[in-house]
């Protein structure tokens, strides 16, 4: 309570005015100008995006004590310091860079590629599918519903949850996992706190990292496993029409396949830190004013090829243009997308050594979730705000936010480790074809 009185009282009833107006021309002018990658046109408003920012972590840090980004960082993630970020950041860099290309190589020396499904996938037939799969992780679709938008998201209502997701009839995958995604996301907003004292604070989520974690526990760490290709295969035949794409093998093949890209939304779980860590170094700089807004397409470009492989000069729109965080204003939100990531694997981690892995894998494969959601709720969502981010993680797992995990994870997904007892139990009972 003392913290979101602090939070709203940092800030002045003229500041708030100001950064108001400026956000929201903001957001206009910043999707026509990604559209037409003008960020010449963009940068006068982002300047004075970064100067409301500077701003406001001055407030936020006179009311709080704390640094000028971290000030800021803990609007979204009140219960972590950026010493542990940068513990946690710091040693990702150190090997995902490498990590990533050896899984390339990997990849490339089998010379096995997913066969692409065969679209299109009419959007009744998706909608059916994202309502099976909503049921299987024990959506209440009386206390709630799911319907169509423009982006994925989620109403955070206790006894009304709106989820809403968006079709591609050439792509089912995207309304999939972003439906998944989604009910994890309500899974854990209607779990959250003691249910009998539901309408007070303690039964607010703890932050979007922990937020973040339970979406990402649904869609990455269940649903694209070697355990749930087996499961989902069956039920696209149903859905969505049987298809030379639909074996287990290959839809375990469409789900892990690993390719640097632009766009950080359409990242793989390998890729996807990597493009969080350069967002939060540029913007913690803009923030503590070591780096200026003219700077940020050459340190962008410089960043993307160091890190992923990728050049995007002369192409801001798949560059530094593509989110609208900054031009919503919003600095310090980017590191909770990756630390949720992580937290997701540790928790998993814990999960298997409590329940055993083979449990947890049969769980998956046959659909029946409720022991791992059961796990989910002990540890997470039933604490609602009752303990801080790290100490949760701490209560949850038994340490702290360790990237170990993380690695350890990846390595056996992606070096084609986690799958070799799923390939054997499927070959044990599927005829061998040529």
């Not at 909608?127 to 955070?156: I, K, N, S």
Request: net charge negative; proline share 5%; aromatic share 8%.
């Amino acid at each position: 309570m003392r913290r979101r009185c602090d939070a709203r009282s940092a800030l002045s009833s003229d500041f708030v005015q100001r950064n108001a107006g400026v956000s929201t021309t903001a957001r206009l002018l910043w999707a026509k100008c990604r559209a037409s990658n003008d960020l010449a046109a963009f940068l006068p408003t982002l300047k004075e995006l970064v100067r409301m920012g500077r701003e406001e972590a001055q407030h936020r840090s006179a009311k709080t004590g704390k640094p000028l980004y971290e000030s800021l960082f803990n609007e979204y993630e009140c219960g972590m310091t950026l010493e542990t970020v940068d513990r946690v950041f710091n040693d990702v860099k150190s090997w995902l860079p490498g990590l990533l290309q050896k899984i390339l190589a990997a990849q490339k020396d089998s010379g096995v590629e997913a066969i692409a499904p065969e679209a299109p996938f009419p959007k009744d037939k998706q909608q059916a599918l994202g309502h099976h799969l909503m049921r299987v992780w024990g959506f209440d679709f009386e206390a709630g519903r799911l319907d169509e938008a423009p982006h994925p998201f989620t109403g955070m209502g206790k006894e009304d949850t709106r989820i809403t997701t968006h079709y591609d009839e050439e792509d089912f995958t995207k309304a999939m996992f972003a439906t998944i995604h989604e009910t994890g996301h309500s899974r854990y907003e209607t779990g959250c706190g003691p249910m009998a004292m539901r309408g007070q604070p303690v039964c607010n989520a703890r932050s979007l990292s922990i937020h973040e974690s339970q979406s990402r526990f649904a869609e990455v760490v269940v649903g694209h496993s070697g355990a749930f290709a087996e499961f989902i295969t069956p039920i696209l035949k149903e859905y969505l029409g049987d298809q030379p794409a639909f074996t287990v093998e290959n839809v375990r093949l469409m789900n892990q396949t690993v390719k640097p890209g632009f766009i950080r939304i359409y990242a793989d779980e390998v890729c996807y830190p990597l493009h969080v860590v350069l967002r939060y170094e540029i913007e913690r700089a803009l923030i503590e004013g070591t780096m200026e807004v003219d700077d940020i397409p050459r340190v962008w470009s410089e960043k993307m090829k160091e890190y992923l492989g990728l050049d995007t000069e002369g192409r801001d729109d798949i560059g530094c243009l593509q989110d609208i965080h900054w031009a919503q204003g919003c600095f310090g939100y980017f590191p909770t997308y990756s630390l949720g990531s992580m937290f997701a694997v540790q928790l998993m981690a814990t999960i298997k050594k409590e329940l055993g892995e083979d449990t947890v894998d049969k769980c998956i494969r046959t659909g029946n979730l409720e022991p791992i959601l059961s796990k989910q709720k002990e540890k997470i969502w039933a604490n609602g705000c009752m303990l801080e981010t790290e100490d949760l993680i701490k209560k949850a797992t038994g340490e702290p936010l360790n990237p170990k995990y993380f690695r350890e994870y990846l390595e056996r997904r992606y070096l084609r480790k986690e799958d070799s007892k799923m390939r054997s139990s499927v070959a044990s009972v599927m005829p061998h074809s040529n």
